[in-house]
């Protein structure tokens, strides 16, 4: 069964089209990047070598995805695959329709729609679970809404990939800033994510009332895409202009409510820069949100020793429920889609 729930135009918009969703200096780069490929692509042609095309025998994978949220499913539906190619797909009424693209570019593994990912996107789509872990940044809110709890908050993805959190709380009326590493086919496709869901969430005619779409929609419109390594200072300092109207709100610069890194810590020579990058982007009551799994790459208690480190900065740190999602591969330990999830906030 193919990870789409329905075919979508898979042609890329033009990079025209997605200036709004990031800013003039990622524009540029971008811009720069496309002329450098296609000159390569002009050179290579010259020489007659032939690049691979897909032969009819080759299963097909849509470029856009869908992917949908679910009450019943911790996974949501699609972005894994299932044995059961004949399964009939049943979307929940309610559910969140959420379009994301998985860049070409390997780099960081972000060419996959991880386990992590899934989890903490059908969480931020259900209200009750969305409250329940998001409860001390609500509580010191004064946040007492039973809906939309994601409404007018700020939220920043680190390492986003395909973006699914990010493009979920857009959905929800989050303002959303989504960052990963300086790939260029990445934030080009994680932008592109950015503009096909607001427009989707401008065409859909569902759950929404009509006097709370408007509100929805401005967040959505402020939606940005830019490139984030981790522990840079000047990249760290965009992503907050970008949240500020792009450095013209001099005054009450405003920081993120929420912080999601799905699958981040494999890697546990990052860490360090993770958490430097946590202390700097995170409101003062803001929570910075870590579901992740043990992929084997390096001894579990290793990964797990980013506790310790957390606590050493000044963050008090909650262990919250693990789960076990289905692998996005039938060739991949069930053990490497078992999500953790840690919560991180500032120590009182």
């Not at 050179?43 to 949220?69: A, G, K, M």
């Not at 570019?105 to 209200?127: F, P, T």
């Not at 929404?208 to 200072?233: I, Q, T």
């Amino acid at each position: 069964m193919d990870r789409s729930l329905e075919q979508d135009d898979d042609a890329p918009f033009p990079l025209s089209e997605l200036r709004e969703r990031i800013s003039q200096k990622t524009y540029e780069w971008l811009q720069k990047s496309e002329e450098e490929e296609a000159a390569w692509k002009a050179n290579v042609e010259e020489t007659n070598f032939l690049f691979h095309t897909s032969s009819e025998d080759e299963e097909y994978y849509p470029r856009v995805q869908e992917w949908c949220s679910s009450l019943t499913k911790v996974d949501g539906i699609g972005g894994y695959f299932t044995e059961d190619v004949d399964q009939e797909v049943k979307v929940e009424d309610g559910a969140l329709r959420v379009k994301y693209i998985l860049s070409d570019a390997g780099g960081g593994h972000g060419d996959d729609l991880w386990a992590a990912s899934r989890y903490v996107s059908n969480i931020l789509a259900d209200d009750q679970k969305c409250r329940d872990i998001l409860k001390p940044l609500l509580e010191n809110t004064g946040n007492n809404s039973e809906r939309n709890l994601l409404l007018g908050l700020n939220m920043v993805e680190l390492g986003a990939g395909a973006g699914l959190p990010s493009w979920t709380a857009m959905h929800c009326g989050a303002r959303v800033v989504s960052t990963d590493q300086a790939i260029p086919d990445r934030i080009r496709c994680m932008a592109e994510c950015a503009e096909r869901n607001l427009r989707h969430m401008k065409s859909r005619k569902d759950t929404l009332a009509d006097e709370g779409k408007p509100r929805f929609w401005n967040n959505a419109e402020s939606a940005r895409v830019c490139p984030c390594n981790w522990g840079d200072d000047e990249q760290l300092d965009e992503v907050i202009n970008l949240l500020n109207n792009e450095g013209k709100q001099k005054e009450g610069r405003c920081l993120f409510d929420v912080l999601i890194a799905a699958d981040c810590i494999y890697i546990p020579e990052s860490h360090g820069l993770l958490l430097e990058s946590i202390d700097k982007l995170l409101s003062e009551p803001g929570l910075a949100l870590l579901p992740f799994a043990l992929h084997g790459n390096t001894k579990d208690e290793i990964v797990w020793n980013i506790i310790s480190l957390a606590k050493e900065r000044g963050f008090d740190v909650d262990i919250l429920e693990k789960k076990q999602l289905t692998p996005q591969s039938a060739y991949m330990d069930t053990k490497r889609a078992l999500v953790h999830m840690l919560r991180l906030r500032r120590g009182c």
